[in-house]
């Protein structure tokens, strides 16, 4: 420690100085000459002796005007660790604050001796070497005022102005671009050492310290942070960005609320995880404000945003607004209501509430003005956010238009508009087609759903006539009218031919036998003889689609058609990232009784991606393995199912490659030419074909079966089987079977597979 750098450099000023500054820095020389300050090695221990030359040091180094007890200043080692002198700020604050300070900017793990480092080979590096670095001799630390529980932030910085350093020996050569990996790793930072051992190096002089609140900057960096980086969900970013808002309030009793406005076809909706950081919204629904109470409300102040203060919400301020009495009772003392705007329309609006009565919100306002903007992109964010889920649902759900192919959408629509900019009469959008890709089929049906559809309709149809027997025959006994007789004869032969072969042309009659006949009858008696209304009202009751009882089996049967066919469509929404993520495909789902889905694979659908067979083999494994995971699935709906179904599964094996393109008209992709249409034909027709010289079906509950046309298919899906039957997936039952001829279709064979149900999914 030495005086000795900051003598020199006021020998420079003394040189270069215009001004009467020049007095008082030969003034401080003659005082350091006089005083023989020069050329001493100092101790920290020993600085008491040289009081008066500390304080002119201080004087020179900081302006005048500068109040020395708000002042965080001071002086250190040449290596920061031990302070000599201060100001009385900086020694209150290191006093009282130094066991609560924690390191921000340091790499967890970082050790005291390993920051020092740092700080010694930047300063080499740079004034030896001329290695600019672009860390800075700065430090951030956090701290919890205990007297309001908010953090507040300092900066620490280093000044190595009046530091020399003396070389022993020669400068060893250096390569920055061989150096530069291990100042960024605070580990590697020791490795430097081998290089540039610290014993050829001497660091003479002291270095100067100065401490900065930075709260407020600091709370706004963090919300710039969180904006740009997206490291949080947004429920979470919310909360975040709340905390800092509240650390720049400076006011632990300041609480802040943030409602971004989401639309659904231009109206306000509220339903959403990032509406709850609102306390207005969180309160509506806690005290159970009417929901079109609440829409009057926000369509009120939409039409004339405003910032709206209450200091107070008194009985005359809840009666002209009605919604204060909600925040009232949340125990709400003081809110406001602030519109934000992005690009000059409202993203939402921020809330300032407290528990307590707040009574200078002009000045908290005033603080909060310098965050608006980045609170209007965090809104706008959401909104922007909110509108993309709802896209990316509508594209999953609703079009054929999947991420794997919309790059080249992309492209014809781009060619549609620049043929535009030329102003083409009668143009039209070229056809999206995708060559010489490989498909892949699979169905998955629900055994027998037309023969269970009749069943389900047949008995509730003699449940509804029974009903009606019933009801006719109560009435009989107190109304004499030769017309109940007839009904209940009609009834009765009705009842006969629900119990044979009903058509759907004998499902129209009956509608029209009990709309014109039964229902104005005993509509009739329901009006006119009240003592038999509930009599009358059990039959009218039983009419009803979601409750009546001639609709218990055909709700039994599509409530279990529903769960089967969900929980398949669930499975493969998880099973298509797998598939996706070996090789970019097309995948696409039809509803039927069950569900059938169309994959395409090859070079067409990614270029960016070089395609090789194996991902077309990788593929047709999981295709096996997924039906035999969507076999044991819906078994295992056995016990949910209020109704008992099984399902089928079915795979039709094309080797060959063939073209697709989107169909405009109906927004979906088609095969292409003569030759790949007789894929779609052999597709529509094997669901229903039989084994050949028998009566019985291919497709089986609890097995796989595999359409194939050539030895060489069935040859590579065999040696899948056998994978599956070592994982204990699929049973050891295979069987090779020849199929009945089609029309138009004739050589096809299949290859049929139990499923092992033994193991658990």
């Not at 904006?227 to 970013?237: F, R």
């Not at 407290?354 to 306002?365: G, Q």
Request: a negative charge; aromatic letters at 12%; one cysteine or more.
């Amino acid at each position: 420690m030495s005086f000795n750098p900051f003598v020199e450099h006021l020998k420079e000023r003394v040189q270069t100085e215009k001004t009467l500054k020049t007095e008082f820095y030969k003034y401080v020389l003659d005082k350091f000459e006089k005083d023989t300050c020069i050329d001493l090695s100092l101790l920290p221990e020993n600085a008491e002796k040289y009081r008066e030359m500390l304080e002119l040091i201080y004087s020179i180094l900081t302006p005048p005007i500068l109040n020395e007890k708000e002042f965080f200043w001071a002086l250190s080692t040449p290596v920061p660790e031990k302070i000599f002198f201060s100001t009385e700020a900086f020694f209150n604050f290191h006093s009282s604050h130094h066991s609560g300070l924690h390191a921000v900017n340091v790499s967890q793990g970082e050790l005291f001796s390993q920051r020092q480092k740092r700080f010694i080979y930047n300063l080499i590096l740079e004034r030896l070497y001329g290695f600019s670095t672009v860390l800075k001799n700065e430090l951030l630390f956090s701290y919890v005022d205990p007297e309001t529980s908010l953090s507040r932030f300092y900066s620490i910085q280093t000044n190595a102005q009046f530091i020399n350093i003396k070389l022993k020996g020669d400068l060893p050569a250096l390569n920055f671009e061989t150096i530069e990996p291990y100042l960024n790793d605070y580990e590697g930072i020791d490795k430097l050492e081998e290089v540039l051992p610290l014993s050829n190096f001497k660091f003479e002089g002291f270095s100067v310290i100065t401490l900065t609140d930075i709260t407020l900057p600091h709370a706004l960096e963090n919300i710039r942070n969180e904006l740009v980086n997206h490291s949080n969900n947004e429920k979470a970013q919310y909360r975040l960005i709340i905390e800092s808002l509240k650390t720049l309030s400076e006011n632990p009793a300041i609480e802040f609320g943030l409602l971004p406005f989401l639309t659904i076809n231009n109206k306000l909706i509220f339903d959403t995880d990032e509406c709850s950081q609102s306390v207005l919204i969180t309160s509506a629904k806690e005290f159970s404000l009417a929901e079109e109470t609440f829409y009057a409300i926000t369509d009120d102040y939409q039409l004339n945003p405003k910032p709206v203060f209450f200091r107070s919400l008194t009985d005359e301020k809840v009666s002209k607004h009605p919604f204060l009495n909600i925040l009232r009772q949340a125990g709400i003392k003081s809110y406001g209501i602030f519109p934000v705007y992005f690009n000059k329309k409202m993203a939402g609006i921020m809330e300032v509430y407290s528990y307590e009565e707040i009574l200078f919100y002009e000045k908290l306002l005033s603080k909060l003005q310098v965050a608006i903007p980045l609170i209007a992109q965090l809104l706008q964010n959401s909104i922007d956010q909110f509108a993309s889920r709802i896209e990316k649902v509508i594209k999953n759900k609703f079009t054929s238009l999947q991420p794997s192919v919309q790059w080249k959408f992309n492209e014809v629509a781009w060619n549609y508009l620049k043929k535009g900019n030329r102003k083409q009469k009668n143009r039209e959008i070229e056809t999206v087609v995708f060559d010489d890709v490989y498909p892949l089929f699979g169905a998955i049906d629900i055994r027998n759903s037309t023969i269970e559809r009749n069943s389900a309709l047949q008995e509730d149809l003699k449940s509804l006539l029974t009903i009606i027997m019933e009801t006719l025959t109560i009435l009989k006994k107190h109304i004499h009218l030769t017309l109940t007789d007839r009904l209940i004869y009609k009834c009765e032969e009705w009842l006969e031919k629900v119990n044979g072969f009903i058509t759907t042309n004998d499902e129209l009659m009956l509608e029209s036998f009990l709309q014109e006949e039964v229902n104005p009858f005993l509509n009739h008696f329901r009006q006119n003889y009240p003592d038999d209304k509930e009599t009358i009202d059990r039959y009218f009751d039983s009419l009803g689609e979601e409750s009546g009882l001639s609709y218990v089996n055909r709700r039994n049967l599509e409530n279990s058609m529903q769960l089967i066919n969900n929980s398949i469509n669930h499975y493969l929404e998880q099973a298509q990232e797998e598939v996706q993520n070996s090789f970019p495909c097309y995948f696409e789902k039809f509803r039927t009784d069950g569900v059938e889905y169309d994959i395409y694979i090859g070079q067409s659908i990614s270029p960016e991606k070089v395609f090789d067979v194996l991902y077309l083999k990788n593929i047709r494994l999981w295709q096996v393995k997924s039906m035999a995971e969507i076999a044991r699935l819906t078994n295992s709906l056995t016990g949910q199912l209020s109704r008992p179904l099984q399902t089928t599964q079915l795979i039709f094996i094309h080797s060959n490659a063939i073209d697709i393109s989107f169909r405009n008209d109906e927004r979906r992709f088609d095969v292409e030419g003569a030759y790949n249409i007789r894929y779609e034909v052999v597709k529509k027709r094997i669901d229903k074909v039989l084994i050949a010289g028998t009566v019985e079906r291919l497709t089986q509950p609890g097995k796989i079966a595999m359409v194939y046309f050539n030895q060489t298919e069935a040859a590579e899906y065999q040696e899948y089987i056998k994978y599956l039957q070592e994982e204990k997936i699929l049973n050891d039952d295979l069987e090779v079977l020849e199929l009945e001829e089609l029309q138009g279709v004739t050589g096809l064979k299949a290859l049929r597979v139990g499923v092992n149900y033994e193991i658990a999914l």
